[in-house]
């Protein structure tokens, strides 16, 4: 396994460490957020189910489907080129949210947090396992893990615009807290599962040549600096 590829064991160090510092005032900041003034609340509301996994993951879907009947219907080299890169683009989103969608339902599943909607009953560490039900779902959170490989990929795509695609993501995941769905750990630990995600799936792109190559210090960064790349 090359050096970068390894290294990125960092994501999952951080994930681990901010877990842990936000474990034990869960409670206090979950309880702050959500009596914040009315109109702050009303909007986080508005914004957060833009962090839902099915609209992403049908768009991308769709996307694909259409850059594939427009590639076997044209003999136009230029756009066959254009139609692979619009392919490449809905299948990099497709299977890095569909991965990170997969995982975070996954460990849903096996941990088993009560939401802080149950905090009264279960109190804010309650592990409930394999139930199936989504009150007992509440880390990670899936809606800031689809944030995170959501606007993930995109800074991989886009480097020069990684701070503001990285605060989008964060705005998406605070929104959570607020509207009471999750604790605060929930939300850190969705949010760098979905860019820890996003990278991975951005290395296999590159070993493929699709979208990305490696740079001189193997990573994978844009085939073309400065805009999406083109063709293969």
Do not use: C
């Not at 003999?75 to 949210?97: E, G, H, M």
């Not at 959570?176 to 991975?200: C, F, N, T």
């Amino acid at each position: 396994m090359n050096q970068p590829l390894s290294s990125t064991g960092w994501i999952v160090l951080t994930t681990v460490i901010l877990v842990l510092a936000f474990v034990p005032f869960d409670p206090q900041l979950a309880e702050w957020a959500q009596d914040l003034p009315e109109e702050i609340v009303a909007f986080n509301r508005t914004i957060t189910d833009l962090g839902t996994f099915a609209w992403m993951i049908y768009t991308s879907a769709f996307l694909l489907l259409i850059t594939f009947i427009v590639r076997r219907t044209t003999d136009r080299d230029t756009v066959q080129n254009r139609a692979r890169t619009a392919r490449n683009l809905s299948a990099y989103f497709l299977l890095t949210i569909g991965t990170a969608s997969a995982l975070v339902h996954g460990l849903k599943f096996l941990i088993g947090r009560a939401r802080p909607e149950l905090v009264a009953d279960y109190g804010a560490y309650s592990l409930t396992p394999f139930t199936g039900d989504t009150l007992f779902e509440s880390f990670p959170s899936g809606h800031a893990t689809a944030a995170g490989a959501f606007f993930g990929a995109f800074a991989m795509l886009m480097p020069q615009l990684r701070p503001l695609f990285l605060l989008l993501a964060l705005m998406i995941g605070v929104s959570r807290v607020i509207v009471g769905a999750h604790y605060p750990s929930d939300v850190a630990a969705g949010l760098l599962l979905g860019l820890w995600v996003a990278l991975m799936v951005a290395f296999l792109f590159a070993s493929r040549g699709w979208l990305f190559r490696f740079d001189a210090g193997g990573w994978p960064t844009p085939k073309n600096a400065g805009r999406l790349p083109r063709g293969k």
